[in-house]
């Protein structure tokens, strides 16, 4: 299948500060990516939608302004999450694919601890 | 926007038995039910998939069904392995891609 690499796998950063999350597919050109936030032994829950080019449409519930994600290429997507305090400590993940009616491939998630 | 139930949350078979796992959606636009595997500390795969023109997928020990009528769409495993134990999630799409609590599967050598 194809690869996707979500990088960093783990950080920890000091509340109040930002962190930003990168998910690239390696080889194929990324139409549609997806982030999720996955609880401890919970199921993904997507926060966005992001399509190459295009704003990305968050979920109600999630405040676009906190978690900022661009998608600037067909390649590449970022997740930033800002002013970050501990309850936003999670596991996020991304996923993404070439066209409609089509596989997602998902990154390797990212842990994020707020201290 | 779209919402998917899955049951059971949790099922425990023994091995060589079969294991079945159900969703519903509510968005009739999705075209589109990947079934993902997820073992511990890994990343979902996808193990199969199906669109909405087709009613049945088999692929080795797994099926897939779906029923648009009904909205719902079900995994099927036989043959259950040890290997087999994991979570497992469904998912429907459109231009979205929405995903269902997860069910654990333990399959018991």
């Known amino acids: 299948g194809a690869v996707v690499s979500q990088h960093p796998s783990r950080v920890i950063c000091k509340s109040g500060t930002s962190v930003k999350i990168e998910c690239r597919s390696l080889d194929f050109q990324a139409t549609t990516m997806f982030w999720y936030r996955q609880f401890p032994k919970q199921s993904l829950m997507l926060m966005a939608t992001?399509?190459?080019?295009?704003?990305?449409?968050?979920e109600q519930g999630v405040e676009k302004d906190k978690f900022l994600i661009n998608h600037a290429s067909l390649t590449l997507s970022t997740l930033t999450v800002t002013s970050a305090h501990p309850e936003d400590s999670s596991f996020y993940i991304c996923?993404?694919?070439?066209?409609?009616?089509?596989?997602?491939?998902f990154g390797q998630g990212t842990r994020l601890t707020v201290v | 926007g779209e919402n998917v139930e899955q049951h059971p949350s949790t099922l425990s078979v023994q091995e060589g038995d079969s294991a079945v796992i159900k969703c519903t959606y509510s968005?009739?636009?999705?075209?589109?039910f990947p079934w993902y595997k997820q073992e511990l500390g890994k990343r979902p795969q996808l193990i199969i998939d199906?669109?909405?023109?087709?009613g049945e997928k088999k692929d080795q020990r797994i099926a897939v069904t779906l029923n648009k009528t009904a909205k719902h769409f079900s995994l099927h495993i036989t043959e259950t392995q040890p290997e087999d134990s994991a979570v497992y999630f469904c998912a429907a799409s459109f231009n979205d891609m929405r995903f269902g609590a997860g069910t654990r599967l333990t399959v018991k050598p």
């Open positions: 996923s993404a694919r070439g066209g409609e009616i089509t596989e997602a491939f």
């Open positions: 992001s399509n190459e080019g295009s704003k990305a449409t968050y």
């Open positions: 199906i669109r909405s023109n087709v």
């Open positions: 968005d009739s636009a999705s075209n589109y």
